[in-house]
């Protein structure tokens, strides 16, 4: 049977605190006048007003929705840019989104669109944008090449063929269970992106900067871009003609505008909300004790939404490859000690994660030992973990040669273990967590160089120049489809980010457990149940914690508080706090 999430959600999903929520039925297809609406069934609320959001850093990097590749971008783009498909917040099950309605025959997906559903500029949304934005965007691997390298079964991308001006019917060369999600990537406007993408990918690439005026830019979501001043605020608009309505057949959505107010870190985002400037505020750490107790006389309301859906972690650059003038991306001195397991075991053993929960979380989250999130409903529960044991660390790395003399470590051959450590700078946690991982390991007689530093830069070392020893990095995930992770895992992935290969490189020199993983993605893909599937992904994440090319350290719970004027706030664990922000109305 086809079920790529279980009939039930496991009971992590029925958060407690969140039970007595009077959760809106399911939103239905009401054709009026013949234009094909998506109707909401939640209360029906007032129009006007705003909606104030922080967001750490410097803002979007684009505003082009098949180009993001940071949560900033990716939110951001996501409001103005509709899927074909979406996920149900509560249940995990695909559901209809700029599609009316879809059918799957075996390998054959036909997805029937709205009529009358329009963009921005009044040009009716059809076939053509569908056949567009995958022909010529996803399947070219234009933009963050994710989705693609997601859509690929036995190397070949599906075909794809026009119905009619409102049907199109993908067929994939094998049933594939992660397929129907890959159809909430947005779908974008042919008649307005085209002509870039037909002058390459790098001028598409470069195509809806933050320079870009707003009122140019062509949309089809809930919201479209009114404002950008950089390094201070994002604002978007309603969408006038946006296709879902109310029940009282009135176009969504209720606010007017939409503000992320970009701040320089969380301690901004704290005095910005307690000055009434932001109206959501993540609440980390020390923050929540204190903004519980005054929560029964302030104007805001607290939410706790369980495990984050994120991971964060250490990962070790295993990369022995050399650039094209044939210098090493890694020194090899430092790649002879990461390249062995030993020598990641004793990390991994060496840090204190109790100790970051209690110091840098306050105890809101817990250790993380797993590839997959705690709400992960493909969790591998028999991975319990291991407490910090510096002992067990000095016996690894005595076994892979190492010696320590008077407090300083030296492999075999008499170097001294010195490397640098990153982190992307601006984020209080990271950098707090680098410290501790820094003085953790420096226990152990290695010197670690601690270096935060600018996001892009970051990303840049990591997925092009290689040049980097050890990072801090965090990933968000999918609780309901591990398939999203192929980038990181697969060994040809974007993201494989610990062993990461030139796009053009190919010679076939994967580590045994990298081809294990790669078979474990390529054949949990083609099963099409949870339960055929779930051994599979149990056994990836057996290997990584074996192998541990990424180190996992812990998993922040999600503690939000919201101002008590908005209301058709619906908050689960699965999906957040404010997802229906088309449905949000200030009172």
């Known amino acids: 049977m086809r079920a790529d999430v279980p009939e039930k959600l496991p009971d992590k999903f029925v958060n407690q605190e969140l039970k007595n929520i009077d959760y809106p039925d399911d939103e239905k297809n009401v054709t009026i006048n013949g234009v094909d609406y998506l109707q909401s069934q939640a209360p029906v609320g007032k129009f006007g007003g705003e909606l104030v959001i922080s967001t750490i850093g410097e803002g979007p990097k684009t505003f082009n929705p098949c180009n993001t590749k940071d949560a900033t971008s990716s939110s951001m783009a996501g409001l103005m840019y509709d899927g074909l498909l979406t996920t149900n917040p509560r249940s995990g099950k695909v559901v209809p989104l700029l599609a009316k309605s879809f059918e799957i025959d075996e390998n054959d997906y036909t997805i029937h669109l709205r009529h009358g559903v329009k963009w921005s500029d009044g040009k009716p949304i059809t076939a053509d944008d569908v056949m567009y934005t995958f022909e010529e965007i996803v399947f070219k691997g234009f933009g963050n090449p994710s989705t693609m390298d997601a859509m ?71 919201f479209r871009l009114k404002e950008y001043v950089a390094a201070q605020r994002v604002v978007f608009e309603r969408n006038p003609d946006y296709y879902k309505i109310n029940l009282k057949g009135e176009k969504l959505p209720y606010l007017n505008k939409l503000v992320y107010m970009i701040v320089g870190d969380t301690n901004n985002e704290i005095l910005k909300f307690e000055a009434k400037e932001v109206d959501v505020l993540s609440l980390r750490g020390s923050n929540v004790a204190r903004y519980k107790l005054k929560e029964p006389d302030s104007d805001y309301t607290i939410y706790n939404l369980g495990p984050d859906t994120g991971t964060l972690f250490l990962v070790i650059n295993l990369n022995n490859r050399k650039d ?20 990641r075991a004793a990390i991994d053993w060496a840090l204190d994660r109790k100790n970051m929960v209690q110091n840098i979380a306050s105890g809101v989250a817990e250790p993380l030992f797993t590839a997959e999130s705690l709400n992960s409903i493909y969790l591998n529960n028999y991975i319990k973990g291991h407490p910090c044991n510096p002992n067990v660390s000095r016996e690894s790395l005595v076994k892979a040669g190492f010696v320590n003399r008077d407090g300083i470590l030296y492999d075999k051959d008499g170097n001294r273990v010195e490397f640098d450590l990153y982190t992307n700078a601006g984020n209080l946690e990271r950098e707090a967590l680098g410290v501790m991982v820094k003085q953790d390991l420096e226990d152990l007689g290695m010197k670690v160089n601690f270096k935060p530093v600018e996001f892009n830069s970051l990303v840049n070392k990591l997925t092009n120049t290689h040049d980097w020893d050890m990072a801090i990095m965090g990933l968000t995930g999918s609780p309901l489809e591990p398939h999203d992770g192929k980038n990181v895992w697969t060994s040809k992935g974007s993201l494989h980010m610990f062993n990461m290969r030139p796009s053009d490189y ?82």
């Open 152 to 222: 690929m079964v036995d190397g070949k991308l599906p075909e794809l063929v026009k119905i009619d001006d409102y049907t199109v019917k993908f067929t994939t060369p094998r049933p594939f269970a992660p397929f129907l999600r890959q159809l909430t990537y947005p779908i974008v406007p042919k008649h307005y992106f085209k002509p870039y993408s037909d002058k390459g990918e790098s001028v598409f690439n470069a195509f809806l900067s933050p320079d870009t005026p707003p009122k140019t830019i062509v949309s089809n979501g809930a």
């Open 506 to 587: 190919k010679v076939d020199d994967r580590l045994d457990w990298e081809k294990e993983i790669d078979d474990i993605f390529r054949e949990g893909a083609l099963k099409l149940s949870f339960e055929e599937r779930k051994p599979l992904y149990d056994r990836y994440q057996t290997i990584i914690y074996n192998q541990k090319p990424i180190i996992y350290l812990y998993s922040p719970t999600r503690i939000t508080a919201i101002r008590k004027k908005f209301k058709n706030i619906f908050p689960t664990p699965l999906s957040g706090l404010i997802y229906n922000l088309d449905e949000i109305y200030v009172d």
């Open 324 to 343: 094209k003038n044939g210098k090493p991306y890694v020194n090899p001195t430092k790649h002879s000690w990461f390249a062995n397991r030993d020598f």
